[in-house]
């Protein structure tokens, strides 16, 4: 699972990188608001480590932003702990507050209570078979949760992952926006149905090829998307 730090002190996002990493998370590392999109955008995130201070674009902003695009969760990290700091940020759509200077173990504790109900999406396809797509070029390994291309790891987020697990569960139909997000994302999925739009536009990036740009996910104008060229292997 990735976490995406974004932090402007490279001590502290050290600091956190290391313990993450420690505990099997990966990570990558935002030292301002602006790079902190772009990532966002390029690689997607299971969890956001949010400071508030930030130069070019605030962590506000940025959770804001984000927050438009997504439910993921996001703990902010800052040295305003006022109560009216704590209550502007959870505002803006921040599931937890954590105040510097803090305890890494602590803080290690607040993440794994937020990706608990992440991770308990991983028996929901244990004993599934694998199913390969694009050729066999790409295979959807459900047993692991991993999404591999040609063999490689693809680095997804559990919302990519499930989203393409859905299309790819039933390749010939024709998907909706909200049956996607009913059957891959849950019932008690809080986002705008176009965010699904903005998933499918990160999985065409991580798997585009040459003579399929579109990532093998094929839109149905005016109904939905469906993959391309499915099987399941035997």
Same mark, same amino acid.
């Given at each position: 699972?990735?976490? +995406?730090?974004?932090?402007?002190?490279?001590?502290?996002?050290?600091?956190?990188?290391? %313990?993450?990493?420690? #505990?099997?998370?990966?990570?990558?590392?935002?030292?301002?608001?602006?790079?902190?999109?772009?990532?966002? #955008?390029? #690689?997607?995130?299971?969890?956001? &480590?949010?400071?508030?201070?930030? *130069?070019?674009?605030?962590?506000?902003?940025?959770?804001?932003?984000?927050?438009?695009?997504?439910?993921? *969760?996001?703990?902010? &990290?800052?040295?305003?702990?006022?109560?009216?700091?704590?209550?502007?940020? +959870?505002?803006?759509?921040?599931?937890?507050?954590?105040?510097?200077? $803090?305890? *890494?173990?602590?803080?290690?504790?607040?993440?794994?209570?937020? &990706?608990?109900?992440?991770?308990?999406?991983?028996?929901?396809?244990?004993?599934?078979?694998?199913?390969?797509?694009?050729?066999?070029?790409?295979?959807?390994?459900?047993?692991?949760? #991993?999404?591999?291309?040609?063999?490689?790891?693809? *680095?997804?987020?559990?919302?990519? $992952?499930?989203? $393409?697990?859905? &299309?790819?569960?039933?390749?010939?139909? !024709?998907?909706?926006?909200?049956?996607?997000?009913? !059957?891959? +994302?849950?019932?008690?999925?809080?986002?705008?149905?176009?965010?699904?739009? !903005?998933?499918?536009?990160?999985?065409?990036?991580? +798997?585009?090829?040459?003579?399929?740009?579109?990532?093998?996910?094929?839109?149905? %104008?005016? $109904?939905?998307?469906?993959?391309?060229?499915?099987?399941?292997?035997?």
């Amino acid at each position: 699972m990735r976490i +995406l730090i974004v932090e402007d002190e490279p001590s502290i996002a050290e600091v956190v990188a290391a %313990y993450a990493r420690r #505990e099997g998370y990966e990570t990558s590392w935002a030292p301002d608001g602006e790079t902190a999109m772009e990532l966002w #955008e390029k #690689e997607g995130a299971d969890l956001v &480590l949010l400071d508030l201070m930030l *130069p070019k674009l605030s962590g506000d902003e940025v959770c804001r932003r984000i927050r438009v695009q997504s439910q993921v *969760p996001i703990i902010m &990290l800052t040295a305003r702990g006022s109560e009216a700091d704590v209550v502007a940020g +959870l505002d803006d759509g921040a599931n937890d507050y954590v105040s510097k200077p $803090f305890s *890494p173990r602590v803080l290690m504790a607040r993440i794994r209570a937020q &990706l608990r109900p992440v991770r308990e999406v991983r028996p929901k396809y244990e004993g599934a078979a694998p199913i390969l797509c694009a050729g066999g070029h790409i295979e959807v390994d459900s047993e692991r949760v #991993e999404l591999r291309k040609d063999g490689v790891p693809i *680095p997804v987020t559990k919302s990519e $992952f499930l989203i $393409f697990s859905t &299309l790819a569960s039933r390749p010939i139909r !024709t998907w909706s926006r909200e049956e996607i997000i009913h !059957t891959a +994302l849950g019932d008690n999925y809080e986002g705008f149905d176009r965010t699904v739009d !903005t998933y499918i536009k990160n999985l065409r990036k991580k +798997l585009a090829e040459p003579g399929h740009e579109n990532g093998w996910i094929r839109t149905v %104008y005016g $109904f939905g998307y469906r993959l391309d060229d499915v099987e399941v292997q035997s």
